[in-house]
């Protein structure tokens, strides 16, 4: 099979080649596919290119939680007549209760061990039908519970921009390789805040979809009573547009979906928005608000006045300590779910194995345990 593999890979570069490290400097997602459906540019070449950034970068940022290069070169020669909206762009996926068949995933905890999913995430499925490449999965503290992602499994993941600073989670792994431009966009979910608060530390754009829009399953039909929900982070707007057009919708056995649009969500993000009402939160109304922070969000408050939109200050129309104590309630709830379900899956007990201490205080306080 690999002997095969690397005979078709030499006979399709035979064809001229745009430099692929400066494509993948210079586009998008949507942008390289348009050169593939173009066959100026073969997804085999953007897939290596993919591979050369992550073996550079991956000793410093510790965002890859498995390599599967051997099936994505298959799948790469397979895409070079894609006609697909990523026709032939290589991603990674969020190992954090998305399987990716054949794949190991481990949720970011030790007691996983080596399990490999024998089935596969529908919005997985949905990515491949676009004509993504997987190149493998990505980082995430252990089943998704930090907002940085540090793991006992995997170690810390570091921003890229400042080695000595987290990469945010729980979709760090994702966020640290968009920032890097290794790739133009990698898959994540987000319960609260694990697309967006890594997306902020990185600077990068993570954006969480509506309740019920995206699908959750085979393995779980909502995460978090609802809370959690797929995506991905992205380096532009468009690309996260076209992901939703992509990979949106219920799937079978959901057990509610989100309204369906009329307007395809590229579309949408190509309008002219007028003028929008902004709701400017200063304070937390738990923790106090570092003065850096606090500049900037005014930062971008004038910039969208600039660019002729209301801003209103507002306080936030709830106890937040009280919300929140609501919110780890269901996560402790979840996660407690979520532990005794794989462990009936790899035969072993949530008493008996190691957890790291975060999850044993959330399932004790907040998970029965």
């Known amino acids: 099979m690999g002997d095969l593999v690397s005979i078709r890979i030499q006979v399709i570069r035979n064809l001229p080649m745009k430099d692929i490290q400066t494509l993948l400097n210079d586009e998008d997602a949507t942008g390289l596919a348009e050169w593939v459906r173009r066959g100026e540019v073969q997804p085999i ?42 026709a032939g762009v290589p991603t990674l996926i969020k190992d954090l209760f998305t399987p990716v068949n054949g794949a190991r995933m481990s949720n ?20 491949r039908r676009a004509g993504c490449v997987l190149a493998g999965t990505t980082t995430a503290p252990e089943f998704g519970t930090s ?4 793991s006992t499994r995997f170690g810390a993941t570091r921003n890229p921009w400042s080695l000595e600073h987290s990469a945010g989670g729980s979709s760090g792994g994702a966020a640290a390789l968009v920032a890097a431009r290794v790739v133009p966009f990698a898959h994540g979910n987000d ?38 929900t797929a995506h991905a982070i992205t380096l532009t707007v468009r690309d996260s547009a076209a992901l939703l057009d992509a990979t949106a919708g219920m799937d079978l056995g959901a057990p509610y979906a989100g309204p369906v649009q009329s307007l395809s969500y590229v579309s949408a993000v190509q309008r002219n928005p007028g003028t929008l009402r902004i709701a400017l939160i200063e304070q937390s109304g738990t923790w106090p608000t570092s003065a850096e922070s606090l500049a900037a969000v005014r930062d971008v408050a004038q910039l969208c006045e600039s660019l002729g939109h209301r801003i209103e200050p507002v306080s936030l129309p ?25 462990g009936r899956m790899r ?12 999850t044993r205080i959330i399932l004790r306080d907040k998970g029965g345990v």
Request: glycine letters at 12%; one cysteine or more; aromatic letters at 8%.
């Open 45 to 86: 070449d953007l897939l290596e290119g993919v591979i050369q950034r992550i073996e550079h970068v991956e000793p410093q940022l510790n965002a890859v939680a498995e390599r599967l290069y051997d099936s994505a070169r298959s799948a790469a020669l397979d895409a070079a007549t894609s006609q697909g909206v990523f």
């Open 108 to 127: 970011g905890s030790l007691a996983m061990g080596e399990f490999r999913a024998p089935f596969e995430a529908e919005v997985v499925s949905r990515l």
């Open 147 to 150: 907002y940085s992602t540090e």
């Open 191 to 228: 319960g609260g805040g694990s697309l967006r608060v890594p997306a902020s530390c990185c600077g990068v754009f993570g954006f969480k979809p509506s309740r019920g829009l995206m699908p959750s399953g085979p393995m779980v039909g909502e995460g978090w009573a609802g809370l959690s």
């Open 318 to 342: 709830v106890v937040l300590p009280e919300f929140l104590d609501h919110v780890f309630t269901i996560i402790g709830a979840n996660t407690r779910n979520h532990v005794d379900m794989l």
């Open 347 to 358: 035969g072993f007990d949530v008493q008996d194995v190691e957890l790291e201490a975060r």
